[in-house]
């Protein structure tokens, strides 16, 4: 049974072009996020989420939209994506984050891989 | 300043040895947990060990043991015995419990290739 899910896995697109991708996580847990790695590997925070609430919201550009119907679910939406978008996109999950404890260890989706042409 | 420093950005290990991939962090939080994460070519993240700062022993999980010095500030991953498949990117990471919003800070992560 798999964890955490995203879909795509890679996705291809114009610069200009609006895409989203969905993340469901069936392990229960009550946080959720979205990472983004860059070609050297860095490992970004994006956005959090705690029972849909928005909790972590770095600085990303306004045209990056992550919505939460429910816990299970944490999808992203990129307006006009521009050639520095292009990444691999990591959705995560945790049992607790804020008043959670250390020891709350956060489980990863196998990525999407977004390239903008 | 880095809160978490993995100074090895590569290297290379003969097959069936031990390999230690370093990792030292920043905080002045008491509590704290450190984890270690693989990321092998396929792309995928997979946890490997944690470790909190109260633990009194080092953690352990299977093959991979954690050398935990609290004084020094670093929480070396070990890995026993290295076969083929533990080529991969290996990540250092820390929560701190001050930290209202736990997030988890990132090292830069430690390329391993192992050798036949």
């Known amino acids: 049974d798999t964890a955490v899910s995203q879909t795509p896995k890679y996705l291809v697109t114009q610069m200009g072009n609006d895409k989203s991708i969905k993340c469901e996580q069936n392990?229960?847990?009550?946080?959720m996020y979205w990472y983004k790695q860059d070609s050297k590997k860095f490992l970004k925070i994006m956005f959090s989420?705690?029972?849909?609430?928005?909790?972590i919201n770095e600085t990303v550009p306004n045209r990056f939209s992550p919505k939460s119907p429910d816990k299970a679910h944490l999808n992203l939406h990129i307006n006009s994506l521009e050639l520095g978008d292009s990444a691999v996109y990591f959705c995560?999950?945790?049992?607790?984050?804020?008043?959670?404890?250390?020891?709350?260890?956060?489980?990863f989706g196998p990525g999407t891989r977004l390239t903008v042409l | 300043a880095q809160k978490i420093t993995q100074t090895q950005p590569g290297m290379f290990v003969q097959e069936k040895e031990a390999v230690t991939l370093d990792c030292t962090y920043d905080?002045?939080?008491?509590?704290?947990?450190l984890f270690w994460y693989k990321q092998p070519s396929s792309g995928e993240m997979i946890f490997l060990i944690y470790?909190?700062?109260?633990d009194q022993q080092n953690a352990t999980e299977g093959r991979y043991s954690l050398n935990f010095q609290k004084a020094r500030k670093s929480a070396n991953l070990v890995i026993s015995a290295s076969q083929l498949g533990d080529s991969a990117m290996y990540f250092c990471a820390m929560r701190e419990a001050l930290d209202s919003n736990y997030q988890l800070i990132w090292g830069a992560g430690t390329k391993l290739i192992i050798k036949p």
């Open positions: 470790q909190g700062s109260y």
């Open positions: 995560a999950s945790s049992r607790r984050g804020m008043g959670g404890r250390t020891t709350d260890t956060q489980y």
């Open positions: 392990l229960g847990h009550d946080t």
């Open positions: 989420y705690n029972n849909k609430e928005l909790i």
């Open positions: 905080t002045s939080d008491p509590s704290y947990g």
